[in-house]
């Protein structure tokens, strides 16, 4: 999360400058504090009002300024920083850096921060290409500076190619990242996601509610915790995540195949999708046309896929999910019980802002050994982040459970 985190937003003197406004007020949004400072350049393109009335601070623009409420700036800001930020990031900049050129407020509080620094290069595509910026890029990437690739489109200077700031969401997903302890490194979790879709000819379709929000939260926050997440996901109008393995798929019967393809290597299963239960027998090659009466639609039951990977998952951990309308906790830990689930999310969707569709849940997390932990009304970003606390739980109970002595042998 990046509320309360103290960034340090680097501006240089490119076209994508003016993005900087808009980066400015999402970290803002998010409650993070902001201090911003410019290289000479940059204020040619944006003034630094702009940048201090949205940052709530003075800008810094020059290391001979007389002092506000930093003593000795570019030291200062070093150290206050959690991450610096440099965006857009010129080919200028970047060569300074990888030179080791410390002659203003914004090289200078590179060279001296230990926070982490993120580079987003925006140029010319030739300027990107050139094999020097490339070789400077690989330095720093090298010495653990870390870059952003350009987003890829029509340039200001109208060629077209790799040169575009990232956009504005990708910025902040790669910084919340960056900003994530990873307490689930060397975890391979595999995430299902979203609806599925059981049709019954080319133009029409039985599914459920399930826009894939909880799903993707917890994809991108167990990514974000360090883990090599593949995301299998049914038809939803959410973007891709990043740095994601994805697996898009549609029925139950592909969400199955998938699953199982991937499974192997999984450490951790987590099945926040709403599969059908049923299928259509049939499935019409052409239109069904409208009768006179009614239309009778044979079902047939489909998969239980959490039930199969319950009977082959070993030493993986497994997550299921609960959707009940009564009897929740009953419900939920008998399913938990027959499909030999570690943890069941029981959502209550009677309740206003649980379950389907809403950017928000309220869940119980209940596990086999018996605990209910009560999670009120939250986004389901901090939701996912409370189940994969507990995952990360039954992880270092495994770990630090006392191993069996070798039996002793004679010589
Ligand atoms: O996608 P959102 O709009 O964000 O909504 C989130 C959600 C409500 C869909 C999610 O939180 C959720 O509860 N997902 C599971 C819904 C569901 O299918 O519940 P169930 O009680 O029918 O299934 C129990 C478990 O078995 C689930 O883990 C489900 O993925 C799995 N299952 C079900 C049927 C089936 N044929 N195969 C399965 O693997």
């Given at each position: 999360m990046l509320k309360g985190k103290k960034i340090v937003l680097g501006i240089t003197g490119g076209i994508a400058a003016y993005k900087s406004a808009e980066l400015t007020r999402e970290f803002i949004k998010k409650e993070a504090f902001v201090r911003v400072i410019m290289t000479k350049n940059a204020t040619e393109f944006i003034t630094p009002l702009t940048l201090q009335t949205l940052s709530g601070h003075p800008v810094f623009t020059d290391m001979y300024a007389p002092l506000t409420d930093f003593d000795m700036a570019h030291i200062s800001l070093a150290e206050y920083a959690d991450v610096i930020l440099i965006a857009p990031a010129t080919a200028n900049i970047i060569g300074k850096i990888a030179s080791g050129l410390a002659d203003d407020i914004l090289t200078t509080t590179v060279m001296a921060t230990k926070a982490p620094v993120l580079i987003c290069p925006a140029m010319n595509v030739n300027m990107y290409n050139n094999a020097v910026v490339k070789e400077n890029?690989?330095?720093?990437?090298?010495?653990?500076y870390l870059f952003m690739v350009p987003g890829y489109g029509e340039l200001a200077c109208k060629a077209e190619g790799y040169g575009r700031l990232p956009e504005i969401p990708d910025i902040v997903e790669e910084l919340e990242s960056i900003l994530t302890p990873k307490d689930l490194k060397g975890e391979k979790i595999l995430v299902t996601a979203g609806p599925t879709?059981?049709?019954?000819?080319?133009?029409?379709?039985?599914?459920?509610?399930?826009?894939?929000?909880m799903g993707y939260a917890l994809a991108i926050a167990a990514k974000r915790r360090g883990a090599h997440v593949t995301l299998i996901s049914g038809p939803t109008a959410l973007s891709t995540p990043r740095d994601i393995k994805f697996i898009p798929v549609a029925s139950a019967v592909d969400m199955r195949d998938a699953v199982m393809e991937h499974l192997d290597s999984a450490t951790v299963v987590i099945k926040a999708a709403a599969v059908a239960d049923y299928r259509p027998s049939l499935r019409s090659a052409s239109k069904i046309k409208k009768g006179g009466g009614g239309l009778d639609l044979q079902l047939e039951r489909n998969p239980d896929i959490i039930l199969e990977v319950g009977r082959k998952k070993g030493n993986r951990i497994l997550v299921g999910f609960a959707v009940e309308t009564e009897n929740l906790v009953e419900n939920a830990r008998s399913k938990m019980k027959k499909k030999n689930m570690d943890i069941i999310v029981a959502n209550d969707v009677t309740k206003k802002g649980?379950?389907?569709?809403?950017?928000?849940?309220?869940?119980?997390?209940?596990?086999?050994?018996?605990?209910?932990?009560?999670?009120?009304?939250?986004?389901?970003?901090?939701?996912?982040?409370?189940?994969?606390?507990?995952v990360k739980k039954i992880i270092t109970s495994r770990q630090s459970a006392p191993r069996r002595r070798p039996a002793f042998r004679d010589r």
């Amino acid at each position: 999360m990046l509320k309360g985190k103290k960034i340090v937003l680097g501006i240089t003197g490119g076209i994508a400058a003016y993005k900087s406004a808009e980066l400015t007020r999402e970290f803002i949004k998010k409650e993070a504090f902001v201090r911003v400072i410019m290289t000479k350049n940059a204020t040619e393109f944006i003034t630094p009002l702009t940048l201090q009335t949205l940052s709530g601070h003075p800008v810094f623009t020059d290391m001979y300024a007389p002092l506000t409420d930093f003593d000795m700036a570019h030291i200062s800001l070093a150290e206050y920083a959690d991450v610096i930020l440099i965006a857009p990031a010129t080919a200028n900049i970047i060569g300074k850096i990888a030179s080791g050129l410390a002659d203003d407020i914004l090289t200078t509080t590179v060279m001296a921060t230990k926070a982490p620094v993120l580079i987003c290069p925006a140029m010319n595509v030739n300027m990107y290409n050139n094999a020097v910026v490339k070789e400077n890029i690989s330095r720093l990437t090298a010495l653990g500076y870390l870059f952003m690739v350009p987003g890829y489109g029509e340039l200001a200077c109208k060629a077209e190619g790799y040169g575009r700031l990232p956009e504005i969401p990708d910025i902040v997903e790669e910084l919340e990242s960056i900003l994530t302890p990873k307490d689930l490194k060397g975890e391979k979790i595999l995430v299902t996601a979203g609806p599925t879709r059981e049709p019954f000819d080319p133009v029409r379709y039985i599914t459920n509610y399930s826009s894939g929000k909880m799903g993707y939260a917890l994809a991108i926050a167990a990514k974000r915790r360090g883990a090599h997440v593949t995301l299998i996901s049914g038809p939803t109008a959410l973007s891709t995540p990043r740095d994601i393995k994805f697996i898009p798929v549609a029925s139950a019967v592909d969400m199955r195949d998938a699953v199982m393809e991937h499974l192997d290597s999984a450490t951790v299963v987590i099945k926040a999708a709403a599969v059908a239960d049923y299928r259509p027998s049939l499935r019409s090659a052409s239109k069904i046309k409208k009768g006179g009466g009614g239309l009778d639609l044979q079902l047939e039951r489909n998969p239980d896929i959490i039930l199969e990977v319950g009977r082959k998952k070993g030493n993986r951990i497994l997550v299921g999910f609960a959707v009940e309308t009564e009897n929740l906790v009953e419900n939920a830990r008998s399913k938990m019980k027959k499909k030999n689930m570690d943890i069941i999310v029981a959502n209550d969707v009677t309740k206003k802002g649980a379950g389907f569709g809403y950017d928000t849940n309220i869940i119980k997390i209940i596990s086999a050994d018996g605990k209910i932990e009560n999670v009120p009304l939250m986004s389901k970003m901090a939701v996912a982040d409370r189940i994969l606390d507990r995952v990360k739980k039954i992880i270092t109970s495994r770990q630090s459970a006392p191993r069996r002595r070798p039996a002793f042998r004679d010589r």
